[in-house]
């Protein structure tokens, strides 16, 4: 009967969701349950006050005593005192993986594959970060335990063996979801440091623009919501990616290739249109250094007051440091209006950033109060609700 209906939100086969009448009458069939469990997390999330009350804890067992009045509940209740900041950061990710992986196991199709995307930026940072520790001689099982629980996969462990580009994509990810995104970084060339930091935003390109391409596939809420968070993502990746190769120029040469082919800085800071020489490339490109960036970008007003710190004399960390935090609060405000909108799943990928961003809060707050640095603490502080 469903599937006969002039107004089912899917096609016999499961294919992509159209928003009209008919997304209120079905929506709830199969996402339904899942969607009032999210909003049921979310509203677990640490308020203001929950930070306010953080702020005046004077140790990390202090901060486990609030906590456990929180959703958190008794997380910590197994592990020894003194409670160290990377104790606290494991055990508040392996809850929000817990809760992702129900939500996950129980979806299904199209929102089955949208909440595998979830899980494939993971896999990127995992890869990347057992190739650099390789490459410094750190131990394997060490950095295999570091990895983030939602992108490990069988293979990791060969990542080591791999010497090159090729090796790594015929011996351990031509297997995984993430071997279609790896035909652009295939190469010769030995994974040094430099190597792998283009293999990794090239990874990120590709990643990028194909869930912005699904997404709108989907159609509806999800590609409306979906959308403004990918293209903020690619815009803050592209101009990362200017700002830390100031001082590369074999990144500077190929910073083109890099940028993603989505976003508000594509295609008129990000797009191919200058000839510079005998090649053609982007403006953000032919940046070198911090105030051309901001020349360039001056034409993006909802980036400004990211840029203001940028070159600041306060030192270039300090100037990083603030322009990140001020890009956070653009994608937590994104995040949070995710949720003001039903019958899409932008709010499943808002409510894992929004977690990602309360565990940094909480590491925070813990590392400047073992440090005994609390008047530190709203620096980077990002609150959410």
């Known amino acids: 009967l469903?599937?006969?209906?002039?107004?089912?939100?899917?096609?016999?086969?499961?294919?992509?969701?159209?928003?009209?009448?008919g997304t209120m009458l079905f929506a709830n069939i199969d996402d339904g349950y899942l969607e009032g469990l999210l909003r049921g997390?979310?509203?677990?999330?640490?308020?203001?006050?929950?930070?306010?009350?953080?702020?005046?804890?004077?140790?990390?067992?202090?901060?486990?005593?609030?906590?456990?009045?929180?959703?958190?509940?008794?997380?910590?209740?197994n592990e020894p005192s003194p409670i160290t900041s990377t104790t606290l950061q494991d055990k508040c990710t392996e809850k929000l993986v817990e809760e992702f992986n129900f939500l996950k196991n129980q979806a299904v199709e199209p929102m089955a594959t949208f909440m595998e995307y979830i899980t494939y930026k993971y896999m990127i940072d995992n890869i990347m970060l057992v190739l650099t520790g390789t490459l410094n001689q750190r131990d394997t099982n060490e950095l295999l335990e570091k990895?983030?629980?939602?992108?490990?996969?069988?293979?990791?462990?060969?990542?080591?063996?791999?010497?090159?580009?090729?090796?790594?994509?015929?011996?351990?990810?031509?297997?995984?979801?993430?071997?279609?995104?790896?035909?652009?970084?295939l190469s010769s060339q030995d994974l040094d440091e430099i190597n792998i930091e283009i293999i990794r935003n090239t990874l990120y390109?590709?990643?990028?623009?194909?869930?912005?391409?699904?997404?709108?596939?989907?159609?509806?809420?999800?590609?409306?919501?979906?959308?403004?968070?990918?293209?903020?993502?690619?815009?803050?990746?592209?101009?990362?990616?200017?700002?830390?190769s100031l001082t590369e120029p074999s990144i500077i040469k190929v910073r083109d290739q890099l940028y993603p082919k989505v976003g508000k800085l594509y295609p008129s800071a990000t797009g191919i249109s200058e000839k510079k020489g005998s090649n053609y490339c982007s403006k953000l490109?032919?940046?070198?250094?911090?105030?051309?960036?901001?020349?360039?970008?001056?034409?993006?007003?909802?980036?400004?007051?990211?840029?203001?710190?940028?070159?600041?004399?306060?030192?270039f960390g300090e100037s990083e440091g603030s322009l990140e935090k001020d890009f956070d609060e653009l994608e937590v405000n994104?995040?949070?209006?995710?949720?003001?909108?039903?019958?899409?799943?932008?709010?499943?990928?808002?409510?894992?950033?929004?977690?990602?961003?309360?565990?940094?809060?909480?590491?925070?707050?813990a590392d400047c109060i073992s440090q005994g640095e609390k008047g530190e603490i709203d620096r980077y502080l990002v609150t959410i609700f």
């Open 41 to 77: 997390y979310r509203g677990g999330i640490l308020t203001d006050q929950d930070y306010v009350n953080l702020r005046q804890c004077e140790t990390i067992d202090d901060m486990k005593m609030h906590l456990s009045s929180t959703e958190y509940g008794n997380f910590l209740q």
């Open 205 to 244: 390109k590709a990643y990028y623009e194909d869930f912005y391409d699904f997404c709108q596939k989907v159609g509806g809420g999800t590609a409306e919501v979906m959308a403004g968070i990918l293209e903020l993502e690619a815009d803050r990746k592209a101009i990362n990616i200017t700002i830390n």
């Open 147 to 185: 990895c983030h629980p939602l992108g490990k996969f069988d293979s990791m462990a060969t990542l080591c063996i791999a010497t090159n580009a090729s090796e790594l994509y015929r011996m351990v990810l031509v297997d995984t979801p993430l071997g279609k995104y790896f035909s652009d970084c």
């Open 285 to 315: 490109a032919q940046c070198v250094e911090p105030e051309t960036i901001k020349t360039t970008l001056d034409a993006f007003p909802e980036y400004k007051k990211a840029l203001e710190s940028l070159g600041a004399e306060a030192g």
């Open 334 to 365: 994104l995040n949070m209006l995710a949720f003001e909108q039903q019958f899409h799943y932008g709010m499943y990928y808002a409510f894992v950033k929004l977690k990602e961003q309360e565990i940094r809060n909480i590491v925070w707050i």
């Open 2 to 21: 469903r599937q006969g209906c002039p107004f089912s939100t899917k096609e016999p086969c499961g294919g992509d969701r159209a928003f009209g009448p």
